[in-house]
């Protein structure tokens, strides 16, 4: 077309921009660009090399003293087992392999989010229905998960207390100040009060009382008047006003941050009456000779099971129970810090 010929207005058309796609960089951001192994099938070397250095990959959870609970258990083929903590499956995929063939495995977890994230990986290492079911609940609903699926006693049973690694490594689930997230900590997101609304409404008194029952807390007093009544919708507001209120070196702060962290999940979900009424159904779901054995992770968890073991001793629930408390070794201290804390405990039924 010649220059005459062309109508006035008849510009060629812009290009259309496009934002180019911005390079993460070395130090991303956002939590699901900072770990390579949230994406196991694509990272498996990145996975290895971060279990040997000591560390729980990103979006896992490695079960703790596999061995000592295998050797209490003794799963045999064609018995019945119950995880009332299923979490990431480790220590299931252990117990059912030792249950085959016709063994069955039943999986508790209230975690709606994590749930089908492990039966899928259950199914893949090859367990089906008949072999694995997996429950969305906690460890109290025990008794009605047994009887809905006609079972009238197991064999043996495990509770791994506590939070999985999945979840404390997250932070929209608001477990940790590792990093910034919303302050939730409920178990399921989907019901309940989140930590914030559950601290926004405690008094001083009330929020002094729950951290020395729950977290043994030598500054109960002054973290009550600090920070009860007041909202803090982000885990790392909260953390910043702990700090503030304490006038301690920054080590013991942090100890102490861990604990007021310990106090609010713990009654954010009920966990202390939730496991005490799981132990005291414990002797009717279990079958003359089954066996039970439990992780804690604080005092005020291990206080209430080795009562209810040895009140159940005494009342001839239980034939044998463990005199004292079992701790991983220190290999498994060493290769999975996060082991450290662990107690174990065991009884059987008479």
Same mark, same amino acid.
């Given at each position: ?68 609970? =295998? ?6 083929? $064609?018995?019945?087992? #119950? !995880? *009332?903590? %299923?979490?990431?499956? &480790?220590? +299931? ?48 609903? =025990? ?6 699926? $006609?079972?009238?006693? #197991? !064999? *043996?049973? %495990?509770?791994?207390? &506590?939070? +999985? ?186």
């Amino acid at each position: 077309m010649s220059e005459e010929s062309k109508v006035p207005g008849d510009a060629a058309p812009e290009p259309v921009h496009r934002r180019r796609v911005r390079y993460s960089g070395k130090n991303p951001r956002r939590f699901e660009d900072k770990y390579k192994e949230l994406d196991p099938l694509r990272h498996a070397d990145t996975i290895a090399k971060v279990i040997a250095s000591g560390k729980t990959p990103a979006g896992m959870h490695r079960p703790i003293m596999v061995d000592e609970i =295998l050797a209490i258990l003794k799963p045999q083929p $064609g018995e019945i087992a #119950v !995880d *009332c903590t %299923l979490g990431y499956g &480790g220590h +299931s995929r252990e117990i059912l392999a030792l249950l085959q063939p016709g063994g069955r495995l039943l999986g508790l977890d209230a975690d709606p989010l994590e749930l089908p994230k492990t039966e899928a990986r259950l199914r893949t290492a090859g367990y089906g229905t008949e072999a694995f079911t997996a429950h969305r609940s906690n460890y109290a609903g =025990l008794s009605k998960i047994l009887s809905g699926a $006609g079972i009238s006693g #197991v !064999d *043996c049973i %495990l509770a791994d207390l &506590g939070v +999985s690694s999945m979840q404390l490594d997250q932070p929209d689930r608001g477990f940790s100040t590792k990093h910034q997230g919303p302050l939730d900590m409920r178990m399921n997101p989907l019901s309940g009060q989140s930590a914030a609304d559950f601290l926004a409404r405690l008094s001083p008194d009330e929020f002094r009382i729950l951290l020395r029952d729950n977290a043994d807390e030598p500054a109960a007093e002054l973290l009550g008047q600090a920070l009860a009544g007041r909202r803090f919708d982000t885990t790392g507001s909260l953390a910043a006003a702990v700090r503030l209120a304490l006038p301690q070196k920054a080590e013991a702060a942090e100890l102490t941050l861990r604990r007021v962290f310990q106090a609010l999940r713990i009654a954010v979900n009920n966990e202390f009456s939730s496991l005490e009424m799981l132990l005291r159904s414990l002797p009717a779901a279990l079958k003359s000779g089954g066996r039970v054995a439990i992780l804690t992770f604080h005092s005020g968890e291990d206080r209430r099971v080795k009562k209810a073991f040895e009140a159940g001793q005494r009342d001839g629930h239980y034939s044998t129970i463990s005199s004292e408390i079992i701790a991983a070794s220190f290999k498994e201290k060493h290769d999975n810090p996060r082991s450290s804390c662990a107690k174990l405990r065991w009884a059987v039924k008479a």
